[in-house]
């Protein structure tokens, strides 16, 4: 009835106390010991890691033990070796490098494709489309089975793109819309990045990039990508046309108004985003198991070689997991309302 | 895209590049990614198909490309690998003969309804791509497994993929349901359950190692009680199967969990109040209110679900290594440990194979469940 806006959670809002609103006796009990239950479940397993990464290796191996100071002592011996004296702290470093660069231009990128789409028509010939991917592809068996060097080949097949372009390419009026384009963005993700990632290995290493962290920074970029694009399109559909109207017929340049008028207004959506975006980033554990060794190895890598040929080292393992998963689920703690809404503006529209 | 405006001459350089800039501002904003789709998605995806075709040879300092055609392909269906991939075949009993049938007649049923109702040639076409998919998958789950023969890689991966994500799904709006209730501390239940999803796959699956340690493991006083102290789930198919889903369905419950409960929580509440009064029970209310309106958003979650699952490795690569034998081994380990030992073509065709599959499914997933649950929004 008012016009102010309510704040409160929806959850509150919706079950005033009402009819609706009270559960019966029995009902109650059963759904307070389903979620304790499954608050048990999500909870011991986490548990079992810390009190894990208390424990010296006789205690691990001895037997079970599940509390500390009750049945045995704790030690911080295994924290003091993984942070201090193992090189655990550059992985770490690399990770969050990584993760956070990569996030940040998958979100800058991705926002900037998903605005233009949402707000500008495109229609890009289907015949420059087929004769680019053609002429990429002859590009790639001429250099791989002919021995050609590559330079040469990239050289002719853009004189032959910009001549079919310019003769044959204007006849054919057949082009793909936004949607196509939007379409074929979010498709990349349906690809298992198995297929790409040895072709990426090979560029990779002919551009000496190979265990680096631009090379993990770019991939994971291309990766997540499609869902940025996904995801930030509908916050952006979402604005009121007026306001950007507005603001360009005051002069504004398109890049000034995404900028300073859509982004900001966007900027609960993008916070989903790019936790969504961050976590994936952080957890992504093929494509770093193939383009990084040393230099450039991200956490997940190095907690899943310490399978030693002794047997995995729990004690070491659990304080690499705590340390990795703590950080991420402080953040998200705070921002998980966002990432429900983010998802679910997507889901709804997707 | 190309706009045949002359630039004035009167402005200066300066603003003729920003008013350049501004008109192919579009294209320039979509460029980026454009660019980096076309470098890290297309260009590697016509670079893995020519790989597919060839067989790769190590040479000292340098490698040799030898096109050889659909070899790796046909190695995987009927040659030394197929055992890998398929799985080895017994010969069908009246058993599989008949389920068989029935699936085949479904399938013809299925497209004779499309056929019937109103045909369209794309609609059509794209059902025929499906359900011949679903046959041969068909054909080789009973050839395998109900048979009693071997199972692949491929019929692992797309047990993970149907079954995980079944259950994923199922726990998570059971969950949403109990949340979305009149209860306190609906908040902190909340915060907890979301928790898994954003636990490292790798960190999972050795915490789950590490609990279903028979030895030394949480629950190995359990298991002494009831005197399975020698035995290690770890060493027969099936247990290590469902160890492998059982660590994905408590990492991935989590995503359908957030995602539905604020589904329901969206619905309008006048709707609810008003069925209330009608005189309709929870159960009706579910049924025919709260399961119509977040429907939509239901098919989609299970479609990203559906996605991200055919690329599973993380799981049975850190549990079992793909063991007992190749029991758990999914596509993507598969095509990983046929890089590893340099057999570059064929850990290409199988990731272009694992590429059909999950696109063929996911693709008729959307078109067949997620469009028919938006037509009434």
Not at chain 2, 258 to 282: F, K, T, Y
Request: proline share 5%; glycine share 6%; with cysteine.
């Amino acid at each position: 009835m008012t016009a102010m806006p309510d704040d409160r959670p929806l959850m509150r809002r919706l079950f005033e106390p009402r009819s609706l609103d009270t559960l019966a006796p029995v009902p109650k009990i059963a759904t307070y010991g389903l979620l304790f239950a499954w608050s048990l479940i999500v909870l011991f397993p986490l548990y079992w890691v810390l009190v894990t990464s208390l424990k010296i290796q006789i205690e691990v191996d001895a037997g079970p033990y599940y509390i500390p100071f009750v049945d045995f002592t704790p030690s911080l011996d295994a924290w003091n070796f993984m942070l201090f004296q193992n090189n655990t702290l550059w992985p770490y470093v690399n990770s969050v490098i990584v993760a956070l660069t990569s996030t940040l231009l998958a979100l800058l990128i991705g926002a900037l494709a998903a605005y233009a789409l949402v707000r500008i028509r495109f229609q890009v010939k289907l015949a420059a489309i087929l004769s680019f991917i053609v002429l990429l592809a002859a590009v790639i068996v001429a250099v791989a089975a002919f021995a050609v060097p590559w330079q040469a080949a990239v050289a002719v097949a853009i004189a032959l793109f910009l001549l079919t372009l310019s003769t044959i390419g204007r006849r054919f009026k057949a082009a793909l819309g936004n949607n196509d384009i939007e379409f074929w963005m979010i498709s990349n993700r349906i690809m298992p990045p198995i297929v790409a990632v040895l072709p990426i290995y090979v560029m990779f290493q002919h551009l000496k990039l190979l265990d680096t962290q631009i090379a993990l920074i770019s991939t994971y970029t291309a990766v997540n990508l499609p869902i940025v694009v996904w995801l930030t399109r509908d916050f952006f559909a979402g604005i009121p046309l007026d306001l950007e109207e507005s603001a360009e017929i005051d002069g504004a340049s398109k890049f000034r108004v995404f900028f300073t008028i859509a982004l900001p207004l966007v900027r609960s959506g993008l916070a989903a985003t790019f936790m969504l975006v961050l976590i994936l980033a952080w957890n992504e554990y093929l494509l770093a198991l193939f383009l990084s060794n040393a230099n450039a190895q991200t956490m997940p890598v190095l907690v899943s070689a310490q399978n030693t040929t002794r047997g995995p080292q729990w004690w070491y393992m659990s304080v690499l997991i705590v340390i990795m998963i703590v950080p991420v689920i402080v953040i998200a703690g705070f921002l998980q309302k966002h990432i429900a809404r983010g998802l679910l503006v997507g889901a709804v529209k997707g | 895209m190309v706009a045949n405006v002359t630039v004035p001459n009167e402005t200066d350089r300066q603003e003729r590049v920003a008013q350049w800039v501004d008109r192919h501002s579009g294209s320039i904003m979509v460029l980026p990614a454009v660019l980096i789709l076309l470098a890290f998605a297309i260009f590697p995806l016509i670079v893995s198909a020519y790989l597919s075709l060839s067989r790769f040879a190590l040479f000292a300092g340098s490698f040799k490309l030898t096109f050889i055609g659909l070899y790796n392909y046909s190695r995987l269906f009927v040659g030394a690998q197929q055992y890998h991939f398929l799985g080895t075949f017994k010969p069908f009993g009246p058993l599989e003969l008949t389920l068989f049938a029935v699936g085949i007649v479904v399938l013809l049923a299925w497209l004779a309804r499309y056929a019937m109702r109103g045909f369209a040639l794309f609609g059509f076409i794209g059902r025929l791509i499906a359900a011949g998919l679903a046959a041969g998958l068909w054909y080789v789950v009973l050839g395998t497994v109900v048979a009693g023969g071997f199972q692949g890689t491929l019929l692992n991966t797309l047990l993970y993929v149907f079954v995980g994500v079944f259950v994923q799904f199922l726990l998570g709006l059971g969950l949403a349901l109990l949340c979305a209730q009149p209860i306190r501390a609906r908040s902190w239940f909340r915060v907890i359950f979301f928790i898994p999803m954003m636990v490292t796959p790798v960190g999972v699956a050795y915490i789950f190692r590490m609990l279903a340690d028979m030895q030394k493991g949480p629950f190995a006083p359990l298991s002494h009680i009831f005197g399975v102290s020698q035995w290690s789930w770890a060493t027969e198919a099936w247990s290590a199967r469902l160890m492998v889903l059982v660590g994905d369905t408590w990492q991935w419950t989590p995503f359908m969990f957030i995602v539905l409960l604020a589904a329901i929580e969206n619905q309008p509440r006048d709707q609810l109040e008003a069925a209330h009064l009608d005189g309709a029970n929870r159960f009706q209310i579910l049924r025919d209110i709260t399961w119509p309106a977040i429907a939509p958003v239901a098919a989609t979650v299970v479609l990203i679900r559906l996605i991200e699952a055919f690329k599973i490795i993380d799981m049975p690569n850190v549990l079992t290594a793909g063991g007992p034998g190749l029991a758990t081994e999914s596509l993507t380990l598969h095509s990983f440990i046929a890089w590893r030992t340099q057999d570059l073509g064929g850990s290409a065709a199988i990731g272009y194979l694992l590429l059909f599959v999950s696109t063929i499914t996911c693709v008729s997933f959307f078109n067949f469940v997620v469009r028919a649950t938006r037509r009434y929004q």
